[in-house]
């Protein structure tokens, strides 16, 4: 039976998502956006920093349930084209001029804990 306490896949993912900004805003970063949508694509986080405007993916997991996929794995290529293609309306629509970069963040969490990985450059716009 589940724990009726133990949050939901999807307050997991927004504390995660939170866990993020602010590890980025502490790292240097300006949030542009999140959750931005375009069509069926979303993109969790638009960050800049510098020169570069970043499109960030985040999976949050439970410790319980740890990381032990490749990065093609947590990101398909179907997702992958997905965001490059959002990503390209965002850079056209809002006319940035700026380098495009597609990272990924990893958060472990636990009621009391976390990690967090942030990879950058974690795929790019070859596809």
Known sequence: MKNPKA???KQTGNRGEQ????FLEKNGYTILERNWFYHKAEVDIIAQKGNFVAFIEVKTRSKKNHFSEEIGDLISIGQQKRIINAAHHYIVQKDI???????????????KDF?????EEAFYPTL
């Not at 866990?19 to 602010?22: A, E, I, Q, R, T």
């Not at 001029?97 to 963040?105: H, N, P, T, Y």
């Open 19 to 22: 866990l993020s900004v602010s």
């Open 7 to 9: 949050p939901t896949t």
């Open 97 to 111: 001029d700026c380098e495009a970069r597609f990272d990924l963040i990893l958060i472990l969490i636990d009621d």
């Open 115 to 119: 990690t967090i990985e942030h990879i």
